[in-house]
């Protein structure tokens, strides 16, 4: 079992930026690879980046690419996406998310473990 808690959302103005820490509890968490996706109001849950298990692959979501980074501390059962450049655009509540293995994945299909949530609104 994997249990996640996201922190860091907020209000911020176009341009800006913010940084979103996802604490993870399990003993499994460092042979996870990890995501984020988002969910603005009205729209489906939607990929944003997602991180292999050593650190090592990344991928992103056109949308953020260049301006959004993810990374992880598995010594601390840590992962963060750091926002910059901020749009309105943005808007969404970020969710972290733990897959079943090693590999990252664009799916959501292939996440087993979320977390709550925490609402990013950026304004223009």
């Known amino acids: 079992q994997v249990q996640l808690v996201e922190s860091g959302g907020g209000l911020v103005q176009a341009g800006g930026s913010l940084r979103l820490s996802c604490a993870a509890s399990?003993?499994?968490?460092?042979?996870?690879?990890m995501g984020w996706f988002r969910q603005a109001p009205g729209k489906e849950r939607g990929f944003v980046a997602a991180?292999?298990?050593?650190?090592?692959?990344?991928k992103y979501a056109d949308s953020v690419k260049g301006r959004f980074t993810i990374s992880r501390d598995n010594a601390k059962d840590m992962v963060y996406l750091q926002m910059n450049s901020l749009k309105p655009e943005d808007t969404a509540v970020y969710y972290c998310a733990a897959t079943g293995g090693m590999v990252l994945s664009i799916n959501s299909g292939r996440y087993d473990y979320w977390g709550q949530g925490t609402q990013v609104t950026v304004s223009s």
């Open positions: 399990g003993r499994t968490f460092s042979s996870k690879a």
């Open positions: 991180i292999s298990w050593s650190g090592v692959s990344t």
